[in-house]
């Protein structure tokens, strides 16, 4: 039997696995909602089970579920009890620091049946970090902190390394896996769950991140490197207002220095995108987002210097690409029905009594 015959007809390690997604971090659902419009795959194509050897999938998530209350918390419940197991928590939105102030609550889930008080994000992730099989930061505010994390925010909110620990490793010894983008892109995200279901199954090995916790197959390059407008990039043609097809480094491109494959990706089944269908690059994946990069429609600091280098030979091969460019549109001599053969024919083999060599 072949290897792939093998993987296909074998049982997963883990027979059903449920997906516990908060959203109760301080987000705005976007997350969710970008999912939503994954189709590598698509949420439907794994919580209906059409993905050989994958385990049988129940995902809860409050933006998705068809229970309400009491009925969607009973989940939570279970899981920070130990009887949900195995499951995925995944994260979206940043961690409120709770212990700034003396009473009240900055984000929280459901209510506790013995106090009648709320239940805080912050008590959802310490119950429920230790019995995760992984955990998955969905979206920048999840990751790095986000826009809610922004100076002179009130909360001090925070991703969830900087809460748990860069090196909190699971139960199964996996670290925090993050999945950054303002929103998520939604293949980015299926596709790392897609991963981690195929580890939990036993069909896949560690799943590869980089010091920021990132799947380094999603965020390995910049913005910039998958590009289409990085030929106008090259040649030194800036735009120097939107609508225009060109570079747009000048008006507020942060690109270059950005990890994220959206350029190459495309949003939605590789329609859509940032700078690729002229919107500048905001870095919304990194770290530093948002304050690193603000004002965002002032050219980056670093690009004047780069766009000047790249201008002393970018418009002298430009215009001899135009040459070049004009020539190769022009169809050779030889091509017209007159009665001579121009093409410079010379019968070596053909008509010379020696057949064909
Ligand atoms: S638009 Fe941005 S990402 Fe694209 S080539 Fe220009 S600087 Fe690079
Ligand atoms: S290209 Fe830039 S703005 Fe667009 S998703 Fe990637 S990091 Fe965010």
């Known amino acids: 039997m072949k290897t792939s015959e093998v993987l296909a007809n074998r049982l997963p390690d883990v027979k059903e696995i449920h997906i516990v997604w908060m959203t109760s971090g ?6 969710s909602i ?15 089970g059409n993905i050989p050897g994958l385990p049988k999938v129940h995902l809860h998530n409050p933006v998705l579920a068809y229970e309400v ?15 949900l197991d195995p499951f995925v928590l995944v994260l979206e939105g940043s961690v409120p620091n709770e212990s700034i102030k003396a009473e009240g609550y900055w984000a929280a889930m459901g209510t506790d049946p013995h106090t009648g008080q709320p239940i805080t994000t912050n008590e959802w992730i310490d119950r429920l970090a230790p019995k ?28 969830l390394a900087d809460y748990l620990g860069w090196n909190w490793r699971s139960k199964a010894g996996l670290p925090i896996v993050n999945v950054p983008g303002c929103p998520v892109q939604p293949d980015n995200m299926m596709e790392t769950l897609l991963y981690l279901l195929y580890q939990v199954a036993g069909l896949a090995p560690m799943i590869p991140l980089d010091e920021q916790l990132r799947p380094t197959w999603l965020f390995g390059k910049t913005v910039h490197e998958g590009c289409d407008r990085g030929s106008y990039y ?18 507020g491109c942060w690109g270059p220095v950005v990890n994220c494959n959206v350029t190459k990706r495309g949003w939605m089944d590789g329609i859509g995108g940032c700078p690729n269908v002229g919107g500048i690059c905001i870095g919304c994946t990194m770290p530093g987002f948002p304050d690193k990069f603000m004002p965002f429609m002032d050219a980056p600091p670093g690009a004047s210097l780069s766009t000047s280098v ?14 070049t460019n004009r020539t190769v549109n022009k169809e050779p001599k030889w091509h017209h029905r007159g009665p001579e053969l121009t093409t410079g024919y010379r019968p070596k083999y053909y008509g010379n009594g020696h057949g064909r060599g």
């Open 26 to 31: 301080l987000s705005c659902d976007g997350d």
């Open 34 to 48: 970008s999912t939503t419009a994954a189709t590598l795959p698509s949420i439907e194509d794994v919580v209906m």
């Open 69 to 83: 209350g009491g009925d969607f918390m009973k989940y939570w419940h279970m899981a920070a009890q130990g009887k």
């Open 132 to 159: 995760a099989l992984a955990i998955v930061c969905a979206g920048t505010c999840a990751t790095y902190g986000g826009i809610h994390a922004m100076e002179g925010n009130p909360t001090g909110a925070m991703g």
């Open 234 to 251: 090259e040649q030194a043609d800036f735009a120097h207002e939107y609508g225009s097809p060109k570079c747009l480094v000048k008006v």
């Open 310 to 323: 790249v201008g002393m030979w970018g418009g002298v091969v430009r215009k001899l690409r135009a040459i």
